[in-house]
């Protein structure tokens, strides 16, 4: 987000919402930024592999298959990856190149890599500077996939905390995630942190994160259901808070959802209000539909995916 919209959208956001957390800059500044009609809301829809993790785990579709599924089956243009399902092949030049090429021939844009928050790759907030800056190495390759495949990003993870408090998980995640944005800025692929548990969850967390390293090359992929700080002590951050936190640094939204209602609403998340403050933010990217149901819904994948398509759908045009 450029520096406009991000002044635009903490002024506009706290007037609208009263959210006093918002750091708000002067009239003059206000004035200076923002003194035109609201923008118009003009983002794009894209489906998440996850949404469809249960055929990919049983095979009835593969990774390089994805794309056409999304398209033939939901009319989605736009794909997100998952690291896992690409199988240990994200290094495979032929493999990457026949994925691009389907993608190409089906007229689907290749959006982002997920990587996984407990693969191989090793904790970018790790306590421990040697395996940050191996966790930051090893996640080249996923840049590079990223780069052969025409996306714009990848998301990563903030983990390997565990046993630090809060301002100093907050020290050496910043200091991995640098090491990684570095090299991302090197192939203009940005790096994303989704709201994934633990201190990342907590979105003051997340932003002030975002505010220490002050590069465009790295941003936020808030996601709607993952402001839960701890399952297990059943500690949860106010999402609507949280994604107001995260959106000044948004590149990306993951639009999860896991249940609805015989009237087609959204049953577990407020997806009015949230795309409400998505809208006030003048975002224009990518909402990622991320159909999570699993044990929260009896829905299939296919009814849970196009139940959220048609919910994106109404609300881009009555919030415009």
């Not at 635009?8 to 200076?32: M, R, W």
Request: aromatic share 10%; hydrophobic share 40%.
């Amino acid at each position: 987000m450029n520096q406009r919209r991000r002044s635009f959208f903490k002024n506009t956001l706290a007037s609208t919402l009263g959210l006093a957390f918002i750091p708000v800059l002067s009239k003059a500044e206000s004035d200076a930024t923002y003194n035109s009609k609201p923008m118009a809301f003009d983002f794009k829809i894209s489906l998440a592999e996850w949404s469809l993790r249960d055929w990919l785990n049983s095979d009835r579709i593969s990774n390089l298959e994805f794309p056409a599924t999304a398209r033939q089956d939901f009319g989605i243009e736009a794909v997100e990856y998952v690291s896992r399902f690409f199988n240990e092949k994200q290094t495979d030049s032929t493999y990457l190149k026949e994925l691009k090429q389907r993608t190409d021939d089906l007229d689907v844009k290749n959006v982002l890599i997920m990587v996984d928050m407990w693969g191989p790759e090793g904790a970018l907030a790790s306590s421990n500077a040697q395996q940050r800056k191996k966790a930051a190495q090893n996640h080249h390759q996923w840049v590079d996939a990223a780069k052969t495949l025409g996306c714009h990003a990848i998301r990563v993870n903030a983990s390997g905390y565990e046993d630090a408090g809060y301002e100093d998980a907050k020290k050496y995640f910043a200091d991995g995630l640098t090491q990684l944005v570095e090299y991302g800025k090197s192939v203009d692929i940005s790096i994303l942190v989704e709201n994934h548990g633990g201190y990342s969850s907590n979105g003051r967390w997340l932003m002030e994160v975002m505010q220490m390293i002050d590069d465009a090359h790295c941003g936020t992929l808030p996601d709607f259901g993952n402001f839960r700080i701890s399952k297990e002590e059943g500690i949860f951050y106010d999402p609507l808070v949280g994604l107001s936190e995260l959106m000044p640094f948004a590149q990306g939204v993951s639009a999860k959802a896991n249940q609805y209602s015989p009237s087609g609403e959204e049953t577990t998340i407020d997806f009015p209000k949230m795309m409400q403050i998505v809208r006030t933010a003048g975002f224009e990217g990518y909402v990622g539909i991320e159909w999570g149901g699993g044990g929260y819904s009896s829905m299939s994948p296919v009814e849970g995916i196009m139940a959220t398509k048609k919910v994106l759908m109404e609300l881009r045009k009555q919030l415009s």
